[in-house]
């Protein structure tokens, strides 16, 4: 069976079960939580894919990646992936209901690089202009520096890039004197 398919049935089934006791958004701040703490712990899923952890550990584990935000239904779906050998599969299935809420609730992705860290002010009017773009969306914002970009910004909506950036510039004189020759 594809892992894509699992993780995914797994999702849905959470998101109805959390929309049938009202608990979407509470669940779907936990997946961000347990999201975070596997990004910033890779070797957590090495540890959940490990068959000599016994089930209890990996259980302690997902329960203590939630936080103190763990509630009975997060963890009662832990005891069910666990019980049903799908620990292997938990960032997915955390990734997979993330994307569920995100559509089901019209949510947007917005990342802002910078090139170096700006004033709030500066970031603020950077975040009023995607809001005037995507009216009627909720727009989840994130912030991140790279100074590869030399100077300027990059913005993307979920697929959609705006691209305002020196190294952006650069790179198309470039091509553009290339193909002069």
């Given amino acids: 069976m594809d892992n894509g398919l699992i993780p995914h049935r ?26 975070f703490a596997f990004r910033n712990n890779p070797a957590l899923r090495d540890v959940l ?26 963890a009662r779906f832990v005891k069910l992936i666990i019980g049903h050998n799908r620990s292997a ?12 809420y995100r559509k089901a609730n019209n949510i947007m992705q917005v990342a802002i690089t910078t090139a170096s860290v700006l004033p709030e002010e500066q970031i603020q009017k950077l975040r009023d202009l995607v809001k005037k773009a995507f009216k009627g969306s909720v727009l989840e914002f994130s912030e991140s520096v790279n100074p590869d970009l030399i100077g300027g910004f990059v913005i993307d909506v979920d697929s959609v890039r705006m691209d305002a950036s020196v190294s952006s510039e650069l790179e198309k004189l470039r091509q553009t004197l290339l193909r002069s020759n």
């Fill in 10 to 35: 797994y999702a849905k089934a959470l998101f109805k079960y959390a929309s049938e006791t009202g608990k979407t958004e509470e669940i779907y701040n936990l997946m961000k939580q347990v999201i």
């Fill in 49 to 74: 894919s490990n068959p000599f952890v016994s089930p209890k550990d990996k259980e302690n584990l997902l329960l203590s990646a939630a936080g103190d935000g763990a509630d009975d239904a997060y």
């Fill in 89 to 100: 599969l938990a960032y997915e299935i955390m990734l997979a209901y993330r994307d569920i």
